[in-house]
């Protein structure tokens, strides 16, 4: 064979080979979750510790589980040195780039399969570091309630609060200076909702905002969340949260225009309630909401039969 002959053939073969393409940072943060659960399964500490940003807030579904990194890694540790992970896969999962000019910077709605506990959801705010590794900065892990058990477990929930009450979480002395700015466009979203007031309450919103209510199938555009409240506002039917407790922290990236927030809220119908979410500043300076999640959290002491009932009714549903 001939050297023509076969530099035609190996450049034939070179061509012939699908060219490597560079995952997407969608691709590299869904696969910095899976590395993390992965890990939790196997009782990884390293490679589980490996995919929290150091300067972590990670929100457990107690009220009273909100930690720091250290705080964390303090309670996840002796689980794992004993063996003792745990398991999460995701179901369904919405991972959203952020519009800060860094490109580094992303929220994600994950809903969760587990193996002791059910179905529970994750939301998140993901930051890449300058190595371009994707890790978790703000996490809030929760067991969503079934519209249809709401009533009745939100009910055993605050007679629970009431025969146990819980000190208030330590005042936040990190809050940035925007965070006066942020807390008024959620206390006007909440005065919004409680005075029925749909066209001021839709406006605190980006127009590709998405929210998370408190059962698992409740995933809305900002077009959706508007069909469902629309018609309860229209009534004059609104709902009343009343904020508790609020933490507020900014990402630092030079623009400094996506915040996270976290709060404890308290409702005449449902006792205590949490919402997460992430704002983002446009170029006007206005704060807008861009992803809001509320739940029902679940006291440590009622979480195990609750989430067995939750998952009793779930696999109910799934029978044909």
């Not at 990670?58 to 930690?67: A, F, L, V, Y």
């Not at 127009?207 to 508007?226: S, V």
């Not at 309630?273 to 440590?300: E, H, M, Q």
């Amino acid at each position: 064979m001939s050297a023509t002959i076969l530099s035609g053939l190996v450049s034939m073969a070179l061509l012939a080979t699908p060219p490597q393409v560079e995952p997407t940072d969608q691709a590299r943060i869904a696969a910095s979750f899976d590395q993390l659960d992965a890990a939790a399964t196997g009782a990884d500490a390293t490679a589980y510790l490996g995919r929290l940003d150091p300067d972590l807030i990670w929100i457990g579904n107690d009220i009273s589980e909100r930690w720091t990194y250290d705080a964390f890694e303090g309670f996840v540790r002796p689980y794992f040195e004993r063996g003792e992970g745990w398991t999460y896969s995701a179901r369904e999962r919405q991972i959203v780039m952020s519009p800060d000019p860094c490109e580094c910077l992303a929220w994600v709605d994950q809903v969760l399969d587990s193996e002791t506990y059910g179905t529970a959801v994750s939301t998140a705010v993901m930051r890449r570091s300058d190595t371009g590794d994707w890790r978790i900065w703000r996490n809030a892990l929760t067991y969503p309630i079934p519209n249809d058990l709401a009533h009745d477990m939100t009910v055993e929930i605050q007679a629970w609060e009431a025969a146990n009450p819980q000190p208030e979480g330590p005042p936040d002395d990190r809050q940035p200076p925007a965070a006066a700015d942020i807390s008024g466009v959620l206390d006007r979203l909440h005065q919004a909702a409680a005075e029925a007031d749909g066209a001021t309450y839709f406006d605190l919103f980006t127009p590709d905002a998405l929210y998370r209510g408190t059962d698992a199938t409740e995933l809305w555009t900002l077009e959706e969340f508007q069909a469902f409240a629309e018609p309860y506002f229209s009534r004059g039917r609104g709902w009343t949260y009343v904020p508790r407790e609020r933490h507020i922290s900014i990402a630092p990236t030079d623009c400094a225009c996506v915040a996270w927030f976290d709060e404890i809220l308290d409702s005449e119908s449902y006792g205590t309630s949490r919402g997460t979410g992430v704002l983002v500043r446009g170029d006007d300076g206005t704060w807008k909401i861009a992803y809001y999640a509320l739940t029902f959290p679940i006291p440590n002491a009622l979480a195990r039969d609750m989430t067995a009932r939750i998952r009793a009714v779930d696999t109910a549903g799934e029978q044909p």
